[in-house]
C-alpha cells in the first residue's frame, strides 16, 4: 500500500519553487515535467492536469511508476480509449451524515478487528483531512408556519441523538476527522463556499508543498465543487474509508468530453434551465464514467454558481465529473466567500504557473470528443415525471404529463375526489401539485435563482396571489448565508406570505426527507389512487424518492416552484394559462410576475457580501446550543451499546484471519430478483420512510420501536440489521419473478418452494439452507446516489454475483469493494432474451484464477430440465480491484495491510 507521504522519486525532475508574497513553496511543475519527458502535456484537459501532477507527486516507484505517469502524456494519442489504471491519492475526503455514521461505524468495526489480530488500533486512522457534515437528518415534519424551523431541529435531534452522540465520539477518537454540525448547511454547499481551497498547501520535509485541491465524498453530488475549479466525485463510503486509510483509489485514465459553451442566456432563463439542458445532453451522449470539460467564450458569462449548478449534476447525466478550470470568476467567487487573500493569491499563482489557469483566446484542449450548446438556445425547463435527463420546455410540461398519465400510469385524466383543509372543501386530481419544495444543493447554492424565487414572491403578493392550499411548501437553503441574505434583503418576508418559511438547513425533500402530506391530503391521494406531482428544485426526481404519496416529480428552478405552488397543477400550461386572478378578478400570468435579471443582479450585489459569509462561518464547526449540549463517549474503541436501534458493530470481519483465502466458485445459485433497466440505488437501499410492515419495520417494532419514532431508512444506517432488511425493499421496485403484473415492492419467490416472501425472508432462508445468490438486472444498474448501503447489502443478503447489461460507476465500485462480482453480459443479450423466470440455478466456475475483465462461462439450469451457458464480461477492471475482491472487499485488504 503506497502511503501518501512519500517522497516523490521526481523521474521527470520537476520540483521546483514558487514563491508567492512572503511565502515560498514547493510545487511539481507540469512544464518542466512536459520539457523532460512528457511532450504535449500543455494541451491535456485540465482536469488530466490535475492528475498529471497528482501522479508526478505521488511517484513512489509502487503504487505509481514511471509508467504511469507516462500513460497521461500518451493520453493526447490514445485519448482514454486504453483505459490505463492509475493510482490517484485525493487531498481530502468529504462526508454527509447518512453515508458518514455508516462509515465512521465501519472504522470503529475495523479497530475492534484490528484488536483482535493483534494490532494497534489507532493505525485505523484518517491520514487525510475528512469533513463530515450533518446534512441529511432534518424532516419537513413541520412546514409554512414561523415555527417550522425550531420544531423540525428539535424532532431532529430527539430522533437522532444517538447518531450525534456516535459522531461526536468519532470526532474525538480519530485525528483528521471534523464534524460540521446540523442546521449549518448542505455539505456540497459548504463545501463550495467554505472547505474548498482550489489549491491546498501541506508541510513536508521542512516544505511547503503546494498542490491542486481534490476530493472524493461519500456523496454523488461531490462533483459540485468542480465549478470551483476542484477536481472531486462521489465514491461509496468503503472506498471512501480506504482513502481516508492511505489508500490510493484505483481508476482507469477516462476519456474526457469537452462541451463548449457559447453566448449567454436570455432574459427570464435560469441556471437550472441551462443544467437540466446540459444533463439531456450528456445522458444522450453517453458519458458514464467519463469526465466532462466544459470550455468556450461562453464560461465568461457565466457565474461561478451557474457552473457548480451543472458541476452538482453530473451523477444525473452520468459523468465522473463535469470540471470548470480555474480563472477570474473563480478569484471572484473566492473573494466574496471570504477566502484569505493569501490564499486567493497563492490559486492565482500557482495555477498560471502550472498552464492551470483559462483564459479567453487561449487554444482549446485535446479531448476524446466534444459536443456545443449556445446558451442563447436554451429554454425555460423542468424535468419528470420521473428522470432527471427528462428534460421538457415548461411550454410542454401540461401535455407531457397527460401523455404519462395516460401512457406510464394507465389513468385518465378525469379523477378529482374533494377533501376538507380547514373546514373547506377543496377537489384534488391528477396531477395536482402536492409538495412544492425550495430545497438541495444544485440550486439553493445560487443566489440568482434564490433571489430571483424571493421576487416572484413579491411580486406575487403585491397582486393578492395565495399558494394553493394542498401544496406543502418548504424552503430548506443549503447554508446559513442563504437565509441571511434572503432576510436582509426582505425577500424571507414575501416568501413566508406564501408558505416557504424557512423548515431547516439540509437536503430535506431532495432526498426524500420532505415529511408526511397532512393527513387528508395523503388519505385521498391513496384511497382514490391520484396521481399528483411534486415541483422540487432539486436534483433527483426517482420513482418513490420525493414522497410515498407522489409518484409525478419534477425538477424545476425556485422561482417555478413557487409559481406551481401559486397555480397548484401541473396540468395547466404556464406560458399561456394564468397561475391565478388579483385582487380584481383579472387574470395573472408568469411572466407578469417574473423579475428580471438586472433586478435579481442588483438584490445579489446589495445583499450577498464578503463580510457575510466570512461572519456565518466564522464558528462553524461550533454548532448551536443543542449541539453543544450532545454528551458523547470516549476512548480509542467504541462502546457498542446492545440495544442500539441506530448503531450496532456490524459483522462484516466477524472471524476474519490475516491472510485471504482462495475465492470459492458460485455453484447452484438461486436467483433472488429478475430487474429491469435503470435500478437505481434508491431501488435497491431505500433512503425514505420505513413501513410497518416490512421487514425493517417488524425488526424496531420488536425492539421497543414505536412506528412514529421509526425515522427513516437514511438514518438507521449504522444498524445493519435495519439496513439488510430494508435492502431491495423500495416502494416502487419490481421484481419480475413475480411477473410483469405482479406486486411491487421487496418480493420475490423462494424456490423451489414456490413460496411468494419478501426478498429479506427469503434471503435468510437461502442463508439457512447453505445456496447462494444471483441477482439479475438491466442497463445503467446501480445508478442514482452514491449509495454504499446498496452494495452492503447485497452483501449480508447472500448475493455472491450481480449480472446486468450496464453499471452505473459508483455501484459497480461498491460492489467490489464488499467482495460481489459484477458481470455484464458478454454478448447483446439480457435475462429477458435468456428466457429466464426465477426457478432457474446459476453456476459460476474459474473464481480462483479470476483476472481484470475476464470473460467466464455461467451455466443456467432452467426449471424444466434444460441448461443454456451464456457468456459473461467481469466488471472486475484492475489488479487492485481483483485484490480488494480476493480479500473479500476494500476494507477486509486494507485491514489486513495495516495488521501486517
Known sequence: ???LVTKSLDSFNCRRSLKVGDREYVYFDLKEAEKNGLDGVSRLPFSMKVLLENLLRKEDGRAVGKESIEAVAAWLTDKGSKGVEIAYSPARVLMQDFTGVPAVVDLAAMRDAMAALGGDPQKINPLVPVDLVIDHSVIVDEFGTPMAFKRNV???YKRNGERYRFLKWGQKAFENFRVVPPGTGICH????EYLGQVVWSKDEDGATVAYPDTCVGTDSHTTMINGLGVLGWGVGGIEAEAAMLGQPVSMLLPEVIGFKLTGKLNEGVTAT????????MLRKKGVVGKFVEFFGPGLTNMTLADRATIGNMSPEYGATCGFFP????????LRTTGRSDE?????????????????????DPVFTDTLELDLGDVVPSMAG???????IPLSGIAEGFARSLKEEYKKDGDTAERFQVAGEDYDLGHGDVAIAAITSCTNTSNPSVLIGAGLLARNANRLGLKQKPWVKTSLAPGSQVVAEYLDKSGLQGELDKLGFNLVGFGCTTCIGNSGPLPEPI???VNDKDLIVASVLSGNRNFEGRVSPDVQANYLASPPLVVAYALAGTVTRDLTREPLGEDRDGNPVYLKDIWPSTHEIQEFIDKNVTRELFASKYADVFKGDELWREVQAPEGETYAWDENSTYVQNPPYFAGMSGTAGQVSDIRGARILGLFGDKITTDHISPAGSIKADSPAGRYLMDNGVEVVDFNQYGTRRGNHEVMMRGTFANIRIRNHMLGEDGRTGGYTIHHPSGEEMSIYDAAMRYRSEDVPLVVFAGVEYGNGSSRDWAAKGTNLLGVRAVIAESYERIHRSNLIGMGVIPFVFAEETGWQELGLKGDETVTIEGLADLKPRQELDAKIAFGDGSEKTVRLLCRIDTLDELEYFRNGGILHYVLRDLAA
Open 522 to 524: 395523503s388519505r385521498t
Open 343 to 363: 490564499r486567493i493569491d497563492l490559486v492565482e499563482a500557482y495555477s498560471k504557473a502550472q498552464g492551470m489557469w483559462r483564459e479567453d483566446g487561449a487554444p
Open 273 to 280: 434551465d441551462l443544467v437540466l439542458t446540459v444533463t439531456q
Open 189 to 192: 454547499q459548504v463545501n463550495l
Open 326 to 333: 480555474v480563472d477570474d470568476e473563480t478569484l471572484r467567487y
Open 1 to 3: 500500500m503506497g502511503s
Open 385 to 391: 415525471p420521473k428522470r432527471p435527463e427528462g428534460r
Open 154 to 156: 428539535e424532532l431532529e
